[in-house]
């Protein structure tokens, strides 16, 4: 998996370099159609159960895995496009060149955290007993091919390619490692961008501010 995850940063890297508008729209469409669908699913559900006295049973956690889907792919993309909130009151009132030393060590603690969270065992350099993370977890839904709770696959499919009743597990937990990791690239991204001037901050700064400026004259017009 450590392998896997490796190759697609790598092609990711590649292809952003080539198309970088192609990988923002892909970004953009899958958020899109994941607000969507967890939309689609809630609507439609609240019809059914108070309309019709009837509904689908594994609605509640087929929305709670596209919201969780929704929050780790999203994290990523809020750092590509700069807007996490954050506070920068302190960093704004050091001095130009350590505010710059002090934004790349926040966001290359965002990448040590994302590691972490993926694979502790490399804490274990430090001396620190910890073992797991998201990879090891994802690896050990896939080995035992256990189903979730509610969510099924429709009978049909069942029957014409031999699935089990239940949706694997794995499945809806290949979002964990992969936002993780995807979070650790885009964080790496910009602690690069923040120590060559492109960016200031990893996080949005002053856009509430920014925006008044922008249209304080809107009123009067």
């Known amino acids: 998996m450590v392998v896997i995850i490796a190759v697609l940063i790598g092609a990711l890297f590649l292809i952003e370099r080539r198309w970088p508008s192609a990988v923002t729209r892909f970004e953009e469409g899958t958020l899109a159609f994941l607000m969507a669908a967890l939309t689609l699913v809630s609507f439609t559900q609240v019809v059914m159960r108070y309309g019709f006295t009837t509904g689908w049973g594994g609605a509640l956690e087929f929305t709670r895995i596209l919201f969780a889907w929704l929050i780790l792919f999203g994290m990523s993309y809020a750092i590509k496009i700069n807007s996490?909130?954050?506070?920068?009151?302190?960093?704004?009132?050091?001095?130009?060149?350590?505010?710059?030393?002090?934004?790349?060590?926040?966001?290359?603690?965002?990448?040590?955290?994302?590691?972490?969270?993926?694979?502790?065992?490399?804490?274990?350099?430090?001396?620190?007993?910890?073992?797991?993370?998201?990879?090891?977890?994802?690896?050990?839904?896939?080995?035992?091919?256990?189903?979730?709770?509610?969510?099924?696959?429709?009978?049909?499919?069942?029957?014409?390619?031999?699935?089990?009743?239940?949706?694997?597990?794995?499945?809806?937990?290949?979002?964990?490692?992969?936002?993780?990791?995807?979070?650790?690239?885009?964080?790496?991204?910009?602690?690069?961008?923040?120590?060559?001037?492109?960016?200031?901050?990893?996080?949005?700064?002053?856009e509430a501010e920014d925006l008044v400026a922008e249209n304080k004259d809107a009123v009067k017009d």
């Open 84 to 206: 996490h909130l954050g506070v920068d009151i302190v960093l704004n009132l050091l001095p130009a060149r350590l505010s710059r030393i002090m934004a790349v060590v926040a966001a290359l603690t965002c990448v040590v955290y994302a590691f972490t969270l993926l694979y502790a065992n490399w804490l274990q350099i430090l001396g620190i007993d910890a073992r797991g993370g998201a990879i090891d977890y994802w690896a050990k839904m896939f080995k035992v091919g256990i189903g979730l709770d509610d969510l099924r696959y429709p009978e049909w499919a069942q029957q014409s390619f031999g699935l089990q009743e239940r949706v694997q597990r794995w499945i809806a937990y290949l979002i964990l490692p992969t936002g993780l990791a995807l979070f650790a690239y885009r964080s790496l991204q910009a602690a690069y961008d923040i120590a060559t001037g492109k960016r200031q901050y990893i996080i949005a700064s002053h």
